[in-house]
């Protein structure tokens, strides 16, 4: 598994003391690591309730025997950023989403992703992070 780099062997003592103050378990450290990347924000009113499909998603990811690690992904609402200069920087969210993204999965080694975003910039972000 790709986190084996973080759970196993003396190399990764001092990453895996970081995970023990995480709450994981010596157990949990056996298994897939399942990073889940939520757009959940409490700006875009189509993100509100993200977080019910998310907690369904740990839910899931638990009973098929991995590990959820939930992080965010960044989202703009277009419909509160039209008309001023915030609407500049909606399109580049999809960059940033991807970037943040890969950063985050391959900074911290997860074993598999669930994404769940919601609009037309988290989706293409997430799918291109995905590639």
């Known amino acids: 598994m790709r986190s084996d780099i973080i759970t196993k062997g ?6 895996r003391s970081l995970l023990y103050a995480l709450g994981l378990t010596e157990e949990e450290m056996k298994r897939p690591f399942i990073g889940i990347v939520s757009s959940k924000n ?10 019910k499909i998310v907690e369904a998603v740990k839910q899931g990811v638990s009973m098929a025997g991995g590990v ?7 989202a703009v609402c277009d419909g509160i950023a039209m008309g001023h200069e915030g609407m500049k920087y909606s399109l ?16 911290h080694p997860f ?17 291109m992070a995905a590639a």
């Open 10 to 15: 003396v190399n990764a003592a001092p990453q």
């Open 42 to 51: 409490d700006i875009v009113p189509g993100h509100m309730n993200l977080d």
């Open 68 to 74: 959820p690690i939930v992080f965010p992904a960044i």
């Open 92 to 107: 580049v969210t999809r960059e940033l989403i991807a970037d943040s993204t890969e950063a985050m999965a391959t900074a």
């Open 111 to 127: 074993d598999g992703l669930v994404m769940v975003p919601n609009c037309d910039k988290n989706v293409p972000g997430l799918l």
